[in-house]
């Protein structure tokens, strides 16, 4: 099961007794126990209701004993449960026993009053251990991985429109341009824009450039992006503003330096037939970096991203040396790549 389906029989009544949430995206994670916590337990009920925990601090069979213990004052309990380890191959504090023989008892007679909610800070979940098995025949495991590339820019369009605000083409890709892939971000940027627009307005590429602030890392991005276009302009005047923000040349090279060796990465493994999904956990990367990254490939050949990467390494021994002015030496590495 995934989390929207998940989530519809949340909304139908459909109530497991026990939820384990793990992966990457901790936003969507915590996003779907708020949304829980909304269809569980009323406002007035909350402070007697939402009990969390920390299993850095508690053993899970206190968790379990809280479960147990009928509610005071309200119908029904949600605990929430952070830093549960004891479902993952890393190792449990040494300082507290988890009795996890309590946990599986507990599964095979779970109370209707009370809803479990483990949150693993952790990819993926040890399969081999018996608690997993466990929770997986008697519970609802949910995986929280970073939504593919266009399901990415679905989410950002979708976020406008539920905030009462219309996407001109191409917002969503510049919002991601420029604000990066995390949804945490995009969440308080979607907010601006919209506040910005107004009601029923329309947020467009324009209100992106001004009011949306790019990080190094998407300004070293759009670097790349223009030479790939060959906008050298562009290209130049970004790396002028970079450094405007007092951007350690060295710094400014070592980025450019990791987007060039993204794309021949993306390049040769899409040449073996690799997915994109397949490439981005090979990787590391977020599944939309890996989307442009292969845009970006198509526009250069293996050899040529090669000679970039070994003048790159060229580069950068020479600034830190002081063979060469690092400014300048920026500034001639990109007129070269331009030419």
């Not at 191959?89 to 507290?96: P, Q, S």
């Not at 993926?124 to 590339?149: H, M, Q, W, Y």
């Not at 969440?187 to 467009?204: H, I, N, P, R």
């Not at 390049?267 to 442009?292: E, R, T």
């Amino acid at each position: 099961m995934d989390a929207k389906a998940a989530a519809k029989d949340i909304k139908q009544g459909k109530i497991s007794p026990l939820y384990v949430l793990y992966g990457s995206e901790k936003f969507r994670m915590n996003e779907f126990a708020a949304m829980l916590e909304d269809q569980l337990i009323a406002k007035e009920d909350r402070d007697f209701a939402v009990i969390p925990f920390d299993l850095s601090e508690t053993p899970v069979q206190a968790v379990v004993e809280e479960a147990e213990t009928v509610p005071f004052m309200v119908p029904r309990k949600l605990l929430l449960v952070r830093d549960a380890s004891l479902f993952t191959a890393g190792k449990e504090n040494a300082k507290l026993e988890h009795r996890v023989d309590v946990l599986n008892d507990y599964l095979q007679h779970p109370v209707d009053y009370s809803v479990i909610v483990f949150m693993v800070n952790s990819d993926k979940l040890d399969e081999r251990k018996k608690i997993v098995k466990a929770v997986k025949s008697t519970g609802t495991v949910l995986a929280f991985n970073p939504l593919g590339a266009e399901e990415l820019l679905r989410w950002v369009e979708k976020g406008i429109k539920d905030r009462g605000c219309m996407a001109a083409p191409g917002t969503a890709e510049a919002l991601i341009a420029n604000a990066g892939t995390g949804l945490q971000g995009l969440t308080g940027e979607m907010d601006k824009l919209c506040l910005f627009a107004g009601q029923g307005g329309t947020v467009d590429t324009a209100a992106v450039e001004s009011l949306v602030h790019r990080g190094t890392e998407q300004n070293v991005f759009t670097l790349v992006e223009d030479i790939a276009n060959l906008r050298l302009d562009k290209a130049l005047n970004t790396l002028y503003e970079l450094l405007k923000q007092r951007e350690e040349p060295i710094k400014i090279a070592a980025l450019i330096a990791r987007q060039f060796r993204m794309i021949l990465q993306v390049k040769d493994l899409s040449a073996l037939s690799y997915s994109q999904g397949q490439i981005a956990s090979q990787l590391g990367l977020h599944p939309y970096a890996v989307k442009i990254a292969g845009e970006q490939a198509r526009k250069f050949g293996t050899d040529r991203l090669r000679q970039i990467l070994s003048a790159l390494a060229d580069l950068d021994y020479q600034m830190k040396t002081g063979a060469v002015d690092k400014v300048l030496g920026l500034e001639m590495f990109m007129l070269k790549l331009g030419a």
